[in-house]
């Protein structure tokens, strides 16, 4: 008999043009009037920002805009955000973007009312509680940021990437419009898309897993696999970029009342460390620690061969994860991934810190094999040579 539990209060609202409704959905919230938007300088230089706060001002709200974030959100900049959401007087936060604005949009609506630090919140000194609306729109088809838990933040003065993840962080609107995704470049959409696909399948393995976690991951592997490549192939392909949402979207749900595992303790070292797109350091470690989980449960790692095609239903245990490792890697090769070895910074030397990181990240026991700093050695070794 499974014991779990299942949670999101996340108004979830998805179809082409929706975001240019934010004004209307946000008068039935009845969530204040005095909004404090969120984004990237990337997102506001696509032009995709600029038509929604037209709308919201029209509507009758007063935005403020806050654009000073990184691709790996840092502290100082989520406590410059609060500062200026304390400043302006802000109701709620808005954040428009992909992970890292929808990220720092969590953390300033829980900053900006209650003061305190990001690590006061991830290290257990302050208490979740009297958080602002957060109401996110993301870009990216990746983070599921828009439906979790969770806000990944980087300590500046020591590279490490804290989780702050409570359920009051949950947004209280999502607003998916694939319009907003048309626009991004291939290599993101490449990033970002396994991202997605890395939270399917670390949300249906870990030990914290549930029954509806996995019913979502499931069809999150078999929706992402499918429409990846034909939204990197074609930015424009409306189809594929639906889909691709509603796989991140999927996936978001999977791992936001589960947990994420060893790959991401992995790929939150290197991004805290080198600022590796999250995507990309997620790519390079999955086959990796998926040829060591395995071993844990030949049979649920053969489902997922199946759940993403790499395997037939016919196939022996043993054969579908090796065709599930084979399959990522080509998976991950024909959206030109980088190996680890390439990428910019990474150097053996440094292999002990990005060890000692991933050890001291909150998800490595969750891991559904148990993972130890030499385990996470020697697949650091593995992933470098490849």
């Given at each position: 008999?499974?014991?779990f539990?299942?949670?999101?209060?996340?108004?979830?609202?998805?179809?082409?043009?929706?975001?240019?409704?934010?004004?209307?959905?946000?008068?039935?919230?009845?969530?204040?009037?005095?909004?404090?938007l969120?984004?990237?300088?990337?997102?506001?230089?696509?032009?995709?920002?600029e038509?929604?706060?037209?709308?919201?001002?029209?509507?009758?709200?007063?935005?403020?805009?806050?654009?000073s974030?990184?691709?790996n959100?840092?502290?100082?900049?989520?406590?410059?955000?609060?500062?200026?959401?304390?400043?302006?007087g802000?109701?709620?936060v808005?954040?428009?973007?992909?992970?890292?604005?929808?990220?720092?949009?969590?953390?300033?609506?829980?900053?900006?009312?209650?003061?305190?630090?990001?690590?006061?919140?991830?290290?257990?000194?302050?208490p979740?509680?009297?958080?602002?609306?957060?109401?996110?729109?993301?870009?990216?088809?990746?983070?599921?940021?828009?439906?979790?838990?969770?806000a990944?933040?980087?300590?500046?003065?020591?590279?490490r990437?804290?989780?702050?993840?409570?359920?009051?962080?949950?947004?209280?609107?999502?607003?998916?419009?694939?319009?907003?995704t048309l626009?991004?470049?291939?290599?993101?959409?490449?990033?970002?898309?396994?991202?997605?696909?890395?939270?399917a399948?670390?949300g249906?393995?870990?030990?914290?897993?549930?029954?509806?976690?996995?019913?979502?991951?499931?069809r999150?592997?078999?929706?992402?696999v499918s429409?990846?490549?034909?939204?990197?192939?074609?930015?424009?392909?409306?189809?594929?970029?639906?889909?691709?949402?509603e796989?991140?979207l999927?996936?978001?749900?999977?791992?936001?009342?589960?947990?994420?595992?060893?790959?991401?303790?992995?790929?939150?070292?290197?991004?805290?460390?080198y600022?590796?797109?999250?995507?990309v350091?997620?790519?390079?470690?999955?086959?990796?620690v998926?040829?060591?989980?395995?071993?844990?449960?030949?049979?649920?790692?053969?489902?997922?061969?199946?759940?993403?095609g790499f395997a037939?239903?016919?196939?022996?245990?043993?054969?579908?994860v090796?065709?599930?490792?084979?399959?990522?890697?080509?998976?991950?090769?024909?959206?030109?991934?980088?190996?680890?070895?390439?990428?910019?910074?990474v150097?053996?030397?440094?292999?002990p810190?990005?060890?000692?990181?991933?050890?001291?990240?909150?998800?490595?026991?969750?891991?559904?094999?148990?993972?130890?700093?030499?385990?996470?050695l020697?697949?650091?070794?593995?992933?470098?040579?490849?």
């Amino acid at each position: 008999m499974n014991v779990f539990h299942y949670y999101c209060s996340t108004r979830i609202e998805m179809g082409m043009g929706k975001a240019l409704h934010l004004p209307e959905l946000l008068h039935s919230l009845q969530v204040g009037s005095s909004i404090l938007l969120v984004s990237d300088p990337g997102v506001i230089r696509a032009g995709l920002v600029e038509p929604i706060q037209t709308a919201l001002q029209e509507a009758g709200f007063a935005v403020s805009l806050f654009a000073s974030l990184s691709q790996n959100p840092r502290d100082t900049e989520c406590l410059a955000g609060a500062e200026q959401f304390r400043d302006t007087g802000a109701s709620m936060v808005v954040a428009i973007g992909g992970g890292s604005a929808m990220d720092t949009g969590k953390t300033i609506a829980l900053c900006g009312p209650n003061g305190g630090t990001p690590a006061d919140y991830a290290d257990g000194r302050l208490p979740y509680a009297n958080i602002a609306p957060i109401i996110c729109v993301p870009t990216t088809a990746g983070t599921g940021s828009e439906v979790t838990r969770s806000a990944v933040i980087t300590e500046s003065a020591t590279h490490r990437k804290m989780t702050l993840k409570h359920a009051a962080l949950r947004p209280t609107l999502a607003v998916l419009d694939p319009s907003l995704t048309l626009s991004v470049p291939p290599a993101v959409t490449a990033a970002t898309g396994v991202d997605a696909l890395v939270h399917a399948i670390e949300g249906y393995t870990c030990k914290v897993t549930n029954p509806i976690s996995q019913a979502l991951g499931a069809r999150a592997m078999q929706t992402i696999v499918s429409a990846l490549p034909a939204a990197y192939a074609d930015g424009r392909n409306v189809e594929a970029r639906s889909a691709m949402l509603e796989g991140s979207l999927l996936a978001g749900l999977c791992f936001g009342s589960a947990d994420v595992a060893a790959v991401h303790c992995l790929a939150e070292a290197l991004g805290g460390l080198y600022d590796t797109p999250h995507g990309v350091a997620n790519a390079v470690f999955l086959p990796h620690v998926l040829r060591f989980n395995a071993v844990e449960n030949k049979p649920m790692h053969a489902g997922l061969a199946r759940y993403m095609g790499f395997a037939a239903d016919a196939d022996a245990d043993e054969l579908a994860v090796e065709k599930l490792i084979d399959g990522i890697e080509a998976f991950t090769h024909s959206l030109d991934i980088p190996k680890l070895k390439d990428l910019p910074g990474v150097r053996e030397e440094d292999f002990p810190r990005i060890v000692e990181l991933s050890v001291q990240n909150a998800s490595t026991p969750s891991n559904v094999r148990t993972i130890t700093a030499e385990d996470y050695l020697r697949i650091l070794e593995e992933a470098y040579r490849s």
